[in-house]
């Protein structure tokens, strides 16, 4: 079974909003990873939180973890309309596994 | 090669048939995924390769389901006697040794594969 659950499945903003994507997870985790995809094929790694920490940004984006409710936020600032695309959390379950799990997803749109 | 490299990228075949898609990593690259994306759907696990480790197949979902990997390289997902549910995109990913080791998956561009 997936073990990651995404909100909203669907967000549509305009451009220079911010966008905020939910994922929550059901078992322990080593870290989360949030993966970006265009037009239903390749995807493309964005960022990665491990369980220790908190809070991590990379340019644009800022992801929040928070473990006592298995659940991370991917904030996208300022947003463009070539964010338009799909935004899928992935967990890595604690333990010697590199196993990754998927979410459903949030697709985004950007209107210009 | 510069990238995680799939073919075919389109696969169009009767029920009943077999296909095999090929994935090959980004050299160097010890971890290798399998994932299946169905239209509008979010990514399920197939099978994950570790080098030498025998390959975690939880994800398959049925035994018409194998992957087979050469040491570090070249991956073939099979599936035998196709059937309409099985179409979907089928994904391929490497990620590298040691603290990387599946901390950033890079991703090929898919197998759309179709079953009529």
């Known amino acids: 079974s997936q073990q990651g659950e995404e909100d909203p499945q669907a967000l549509s903003i305009q451009e220079g909003e911010n966008a905020t994507m939910n994922c929550s997870y059901k078992?322990?985790?080593?870290?989360l990873q949030w993966y970006r995809q265009n037009s239903g094929r390749g995807l493309v790694h964005l960022i990665l939180?491990?369980?220790?920490?908190r809070e991590k940004h990379s340019g644009r984006l800022r992801v929040t973890l928070d473990t006592s409710k298995k659940s991370s936020s991917l904030l996208i600032t300022a947003s463009r309309a070539a964010d338009t695309a799909s935004y899928f959390c992935?967990?890595?379950?604690?333990?010697?596994?590199?196993?990754?799990?998927f979410g459903q997803g949030t697709t985004l749109q950007v209107k210009p | 090669g510069a990238g995680v490299s799939q073919s075919p990228s389109n696969k169009v075949t009767e029920k009943g048939k077999d296909v095999e898609l090929r994935c090959d990593p980004i050299s160097g690259h010890t971890a290798l995924y399998w994932y299946r994306q169905r239209l509008g759907q979010g990514l399920e696990f197939l099978i994950y390769?570790?080098?030498?480790?025998?390959?975690?197949k939880s994800g398959l979902p049925s035994d018409r389901f194998s992957a087979e990997r050469t040491g570090e390289s070249v991956s073939t997902l099979t599936i035998q006697r196709t059937q309409q549910e099985d179409s979907a995109v089928y994904l391929c990913a490497s990620s590298p040794p040691g603290q990387g080791w599946g901390e950033k998956l890079f991703f090929g561009s898919g197998t759309q594969l179709s079953v009529l």
């Open positions: 390769f570790q080098g030498n480790s025998a390959p975690d």
């Open positions: 939180i491990r369980s220790n920490e």
């Open positions: 078992t322990s985790i080593n870290n």
């Open positions: 992935a967990t890595r379950g604690s333990g010697n596994t590199g196993k990754l799990i």
